[in-house]
């Protein structure tokens, strides 16, 4: 059936270094991949999306890699503040045309000032 | 200028009830879902609707009937609340099938 996992769990990083939370998907026709943020008690709300027409996207710290072949993307976050602190969420769109999004377990990343 | 709503915020109740949760979007879009986000903080699609149309029916309990009366509203109710139920719902909206997601604030479900 459709899954995506998604490695680490828990990342703890310094305030200034990177973070990279990686996913990988089963279902092969899969084509857009989105990265939720979600702050405790809050919502999650989208930070990036690529689509499977292109590699890679980048938004000032925030970039997304996609490997087709490999079926894996990551999420890569440069220079990381205390505010970057939060639960992140990979996902999938099913090839299904449904909407059907399949997330992934989750990140909590922390970043120590 | 909320664009993905829900109510309520918490909903605190005892086994056996019957209870709903509603949403509403004013960003003009087409299609509409519930999730269940649950205590290991792991979400999962429930019910979609497009205009109207029931497009994606997950397997969920019976006990759960989504109702779209028109394209900005999705509501949920759930029938003999069980304590597993006791999670946060979250309602979302895109413009399309495979467009972007957008939120809401999510109603946090307590069955006691």
């Known amino acids: 059936g459709e899954n995506v996992e998604q490695h680490p769990s828990t990342l703890s990083v310094q305030e200034g270094d990177s973070a990279v939370i990686k996913c990988t998907y089963s279902d092969s026709a899969s084509n857009y991949f989105p990265w939720y943020k979600q702050e405790l008690g809050k919502r999650p709300q989208l930070i990036i999306d690529i689509r499977s027409n292109v590699g890679e996207k980048k938004d000032q710290r925030i970039a997304v890699t996609l490997n087709k072949t490999a079926k894996h993307f990551s999420l890569h976050i440069t220079e990381t503040q205390p505010e970057d602190s939060a639960v992140y969420f990979c996902a999938a769109h099913g090839s299904s045309n449904t909407g059907k999004l399949i997330f992934g377990q989750g990140t909590t990343l922390q970043v120590k000032p | ?112």
């Not at chain 2, 979609?48 to 759960?64: A, C, D, G, H, W």
Request: hydrophobic letters at 30%; aromatic letters at 10%; a positive charge.
């Open chain 2, 1 to 112: 200028d909320t664009a993905v709503s829900q109510t309520p915020k918490y909903l605190v109740t005892q086994m056996g009830n019957d209870k709903s949760i509603k949403c509403e979007q004013n960003l003009g879009h087409d299609t509409m879902y519930w999730y269940k986000q649950d205590s290991k903080k792991f979400l999962k699609i429930m019910f979609s609707y497009n205009n109207k149309e029931l497009i994606i029916n997950e397997t969920v309990p019976n006990r759960f009937s989504p109702k779209s009366p028109d394209k900005a509203h999705l509501n949920l109710h759930i029938n003999s609340l069980e304590l597993g139920d006791s999670a946060v719902y979250f309602c979302a909206s895109s413009l399309g099938r495979t467009d972007t997601q957008y939120f809401g604030p999510g109603t946090r479900l307590t069955v006691l």
